[in-house]
């Protein structure tokens, strides 16, 4: 059984890295933990699969596991 910890939040991409890595600043809504962080962060299969363009300035969502908080994954593109 798998549990699904994932935290979700929501940012700004900052900066984009190779091999479709990004730094992402997380907006000062989120927990405590997250306020005003900025994370390394790689797009998501699907995004990948279906060649969604992400660029600097660009909001996002991002899921980020318990265990390493420095780390996410873009999931969703704002328009």
């Known amino acids: 059984m798998i549990k699904n910890d994932n935290i979700e939040l929501e940012g ?3 900066e984009a890295l190779p091999n479709t890595m990004f730094r992402v600043t997380v907006d000062s809504t989120a927990p405590e ?10 797009l ?4 990948r699969k279906f060649r969604i363009r992400v660029m600097p300035g660009d909001k996002v969502k991002i899921e980020v596991t318990p265990y390493d908080k420095n780390r996410g ?6 328009k």
Do not use: Q
Not at 33 to 42: A, E, H, M, S, V
């Open 33 to 42: 933990d997250y306020k005003d962080r900025t994370l390394l962060c790689t």
């Open 44 to 47: 998501n299969g699907k995004m």
């Open 12 to 14: 700004i991409v900052t």
């Open 73 to 78: 994954r873009i999931t969703y593109r704002a």
